[in-house]
Every structure is written in C-alpha cells, then in structure tokens.
Nanobody, 115 residues
Framework: QVQLVESGGGLVQAGGSLRLSCAAS????????MGWYRQAPGKERELVAV???????YYADSVKGRFTISRDNAKNTVYLQMNSLKPEDTAVYYC?????????WGQGTQVTVSS
C-alpha cells in the first residue's frame, strides 16, 4: 500500500552535515506520522525523530538541537537534516510511516561519520 524510498546517506566527516530524504508513494493518505529510526551494528534500532500529520515533532535526546525533521506535503517527502554529525551517529537510517493498517519501512540508507 505504501512504499518508502530513502536517499541521502553517505560518508561525512565529524562536524559535517547530511540531509536524508524519504519519498512516499502508494496509498499515502492513511499516513498519520512519519519518522526516522537508526540502527548501528550490534545495537537496537532507535527512534531518532518523528513528525505527525499535525506538524508536531519529537527528537531523541541524542540528536536534539542537531537534527531537524521536516515534510514537504506537495512532494510526499519527509527529510532529516543532520548537522554537527558525530561518529556515534553512524548507523543505517530507516524511514518509517505510521497510521496505516501496518507500519511501513524504507530500505535504509547508510550514514557513516568519520572522526
């Protein structure tokens, strides 16, 4: 019903910035919130940021003040602007869409931050 395609990951030096994009297609009208998760090797997947259909946002303490989640409704795309990146931000980042009959996940995009 919903397909999510992420892009924007890559290799960046500590202190640098990246912007991740997640384009939603299919039956997107059911989506009530979209978020970004990340998972580092050997660690649990964790919520990074979420934006609701009402525009409310939430950030994990570890990224608050550095990351910004936003949405372009016309393009059905959610973004994660990541500034002041740290090596501990290295992970596979996954886009998530909630509110439909099932949660939907993107394929993941690798973010690697070198020291």
């Amino acid at each position: 019903q919903v397909q999510l395609v992420e892009s924007g990951g890559g290799l960046v030096q500590a202190g640098g910035s990246l912007r991740l994009s997640c384009a939603a297609s299919g039956d997107t009208i059911c989506i009530s919130a979209m978020g970004w998760y990340r998972q580092a090797p050997g660690k649990e997947r964790e919520l990074v940021a979420v934006i609701t259909n009402g525009g409310s946002t939430y950030y994990a303490d570890s990224v608050k003040g550095r990351f910004t989640i936003s949405r372009d409704n016309a393009k059905n795309t959610v973004y994660l602007q990541m500034n002041s990146l740290k090596p501990e931000d290295t992970a596979v980042y996954y886009c998530n869409a909630g509110g439909c009959s099932d949660d939907y996940w993107g394929q993941g995009t690798q973010v690697t931050v070198s020291s």
